[in-house]
């Protein structure tokens, strides 16, 4: 009893919030139907138009399918099918020159690395879910019809693990884009970023739509089928729809400041769960960070539903992104009566088309009947033979039987037919017609028979011109490619900021010459004693270009020839082997990979290529492998010499170190004889200087003597020498 009144009084408790969540979702239904009436009805002619144009093309009998048709029916009706070769030159014309997605930082918060890793990334995503395919597809559609179309979602990266939640981005076609994709009436710009609302119709047998949703489609039977505009179900189909519904959300972002960082630390605290949230919180305040402030803003987000005639299927939530992610693609557009109306290349060649292929039907039915004559006979003369005269043109009887005739009087009447039918005279008016015709096919959808008729011997600067016309022709289709292609870029920048944020993630990247590489996204590194993030997705604001140009292939062909001229004319022998390097990389063809990685590593070993990561780890990877190898017979022997080489080198080195040590000595002896000789000079010279000074006083004393003793006795003087003349001694 007790458990019994738990689940009652929790059921009491869920009855309000599914109730609301009912009328939510009811809600949501009714704004959907009625938007989507007011967006399909004033398109439904134009829509019609488009499938009928690719029908016109592709199928074969489509040119016979109105009342032009009818007005043959037993008659010949023969197809010259001109308007399909003209629209396959703009599908060649657009496979030769691909539009790529280029990314680039919108200013100084972003990085030129980031942004590169951002095109890696995005090559693969293309190549991983063969993306090619979508936009020849979408290309094809709007060229033809007027609309084409293509879908990016995220998907997991291994379906069947589930314990991994690494998503990826992919690209999906979507088929029969002009009957399939709606966008709201009030969205004016041509890539739709503009939109708030999207409709992707898809079809299903009522059997898969009854093992999907698990409900049968006899439930339709409460909603009136005229209700709606659009056909949602019949006997044979059941349509749902993608519905996708723009949201404004307000959100509170945290702004966190470190005294010696310049950069703030943002943090969406309307989206992280509580327990992450907090982690962060004390993540960044350990590193010293602390809050600044907060701000509320809006953002876009965008809710997915699934529907159908009767109510919302499924209901997935907010998906990646702020774009709704479907990319239309136009062939030519205008809104006319404010009414948005697409066409492509088929439209306006339709009518000359049609009036080719009835004069040609009509000049073969003449010539097919008109070749032969045939006899005329009254009944009387055949009475009997009529099969022998009806299977003549099959069997080819040897000869043919008529009744003899008589006249009034009784007479015979030659056996002879009575007269002969005559051939079809072909109007004068025809021959001028059918000429006219495919004149008109030629000029409206672009004559391409310059091109196609071009001599061996024409000049080079007339070919580029022809070629410069014919590309004319298929700019417009171009420029609204590439206009799609950039809304592409936008697209899946803006899911990939929010699905490829796991820390330190490995994603596999392809570059513009299709070689491949690794990145890791996310990667922590510490600077300036602050932690922070390199190859971000989401730090900082980068903007979306395309570029236009032949496909790698092409480009490749065209730089090998540019440089096989620029070969013979350069001079320098190190730049000739660069050229002549970058020559075997480019080369492409059977059996020439080898060749081609040849060349990519004489590069590598001449510093004309910087190395991708994975040469690096390569390089690393082949050094640390040879270090650890034991070296072969040549390289002991080699190794063994170099032994005895830098022994032999040591000894000599030890004996002119020896030799020079023995002339130091040497010098050093001899400096110190000459310091003793000199030592002796001195002291030589000393000894005589004392002498000197001695006789000089003694010389002295002796004049002292002399003088007293005149005075005592005065005697004559001998005269002396004269001042400054000094004595010989």
């Known amino acids: 009893t007790a458990t019994a009144t738990i689940h009652a009084q929790t059921h009491t408790s869920l009855e309000p919030q599914i109730m609301a969540t009912t009328d939510k979702l009811t809600q949501v239904h009714d704004r959907a139907m009625r938007g989507f009436d007011a967006t399909y009805d004033p398109q439904r002619d134009n829509r019609a138009q488009c499938l009928e144009d690719r029908r016109f093309a592709f199928v074969q009998g489509a040119q016979w399918e109105d009342n032009l048709g009818q007005q043959f029916e037993n008659r010949p009706k023969f197809e010259v099918n001109k308007v399909s070769l003209a629209v396959t030159r703009l599908f060649s014309e657009y496979r030769n020159n691909r539009i790529t997605v280029n990314f680039k930082c919108k200013d100084s918060s972003g990085s030129k690395e980031t942004a590169e890793n951002m095109n890696g990334l995005y090559r693969a995503d293309e190549q991983d879910c063969n993306g090619q395919e979508a936009y020849d597809n979408a290309f094809e559609e709007a060229v033809a019809g007027g609309i084409g179309a293509w879908k990016i979602k995220a998907k997991y990266e291994d379906e069947e693990d589930e314990d991994d939640d690494r998503q990826r981005i992919v690209l999906e076609p979507i088929f029969d884009a002009d009957q399939t994709v709606f966008f709201d009436v009030s969205a004016k710009r041509q890539d739709k970023a503009d939109a708030k609302y999207a409709w992707h ?76 949230l907090a982690d962060q919180i004390r993540a960044l305040e350990a590193q010293g960070y602390y809050r600044a402030r907060t701000k509320t803003i809006k953002c876009r987000k965008v809710h997915l539903y699934v529907i159908d005639a009767s109510g919302v299927l499924e209901d997935h939530g907010y998906i990646a992104g702020k774009y709704i992610p479907i990319v239309p693609m136009y062939g030519k557009r205008m809104f006319i009566d404010g009414i948005e109306r697409a066409w492509g290349h088929v439209r306006i060649a339709r009518d000359p088309q049609q009036i080719y292929n009835t004069i040609t039907s009509a000049l073969v039915e003449i010539a097919a009947s008109g070749y032969k004559q045939k006899p005329i006979f009254t009944p009387e003369q055949i009475a009997g033979n009529e099969g022998m005269w009806a299977d003549d043109a099959v069997e080819d009887y040897p000869y043919l039987l008529i009744n003899q005739t008589t006249d009034a009087s009784g007479n015979k009447l030659p056996p002879a037919p009575i007269a002969y039918t005559q051939p079809p005279q072909l109007p004068q008016a025809m021959t001028a017609l059918i000429q006219v015709a495919g004149v008109d096919i030629a000029e409206l959808t672009g004559n391409q028979q310059n091109a196609d008729q071009m001599v061996s011997n024409i000049a080079t600067e007339t070919v580029e011109k022809i070629h410069e016309r014919l590309d004319m022709q298929a700019f417009i289709y171009m420029d609204n490619m590439a206009k799609a292609m950039r809304h592409s870029g936008c697209v899946w920048l803006s899911m990939a900021q929010e699905i490829y944020d796991e820390d330190g993630r490995e994603m596999r990247a392809v570059w513009h010459d299709d070689t491949e590489d690794t990145i890791v996204i996310n990667q922590p590194t510490m600077k300036d004693n602050v932690l922070k993030y390199e190859n971000n997705l989401s730090d900082g604001k980068y903007d979306v270009a395309v570029d236009v140009g032949a496909s790698f292939a092409s480009r490749r062909e065209k730089t090998v020839s540019n440089l096989l001229k620029m070969l013979p004319v350069t001079p320098d022998p190190e730049l000739q082997a660069v050229i002549s390097a970058t020559i075997v990389s480019n080369l492409d063809g059977e059996g020439l990979s080898d060749l081609s990685k040849f060349g990519r590593k004489k590069l590598l070993a001449m510093g004309a290529v910087e190395p991708t990561d994975d040469e690096i780890k390569e390089q690393q990877e082949q050094a640390a492998a040879m270090a650890n190898q034991p070296p072969d017979a040549q390289t002991q022997l080699m190794q063994k010499m170099g032994e005895e080489a830098q022994a032999n080198a040591e000894a000599a080195r030890a004996k002119t170190a020896h030799t020079l040590a023995q002339a130091d000595k040497a010098n050093a002896e001899t400096i110190k004889i000459m310091m003793e000789a000199q030592q002796q000079q001195n002291a030589q010279m000393a000894q005589i200087l004392q002498m000197l000074s001695a006789m000089q006083g003694s010389q002295q004393q002796n004049q002292q003597q002399i003088a007293a003793s005149v005075e005592t006795n005065p005697t004559p003087m001998p005269q002396l020498p004269p001042q400054g003349v000094q004595s010989p001694i």
């Open 201 to 276: 119709i898809i079809s299903m047998t009522p059997d898969a739509y009854e093992e999907r949703f698990g409900k049968s489609p006899s439930s339709f039977d409460v909603v009136e089928k005229n209700q709606y505009s659009f056909e949602w179900f019949s006997a044979d189909v059941v349509n749902v729809a993608e519905y996708y519904e723009v949201e404004e959300v307000k959100q509170k972002i945290a702004f966190y400041k470190h005294d010696t960082a310049k950069d703030e630390v943002k943090l969406n605290e309307s989206e992280e769960e509580a327990e992450e």
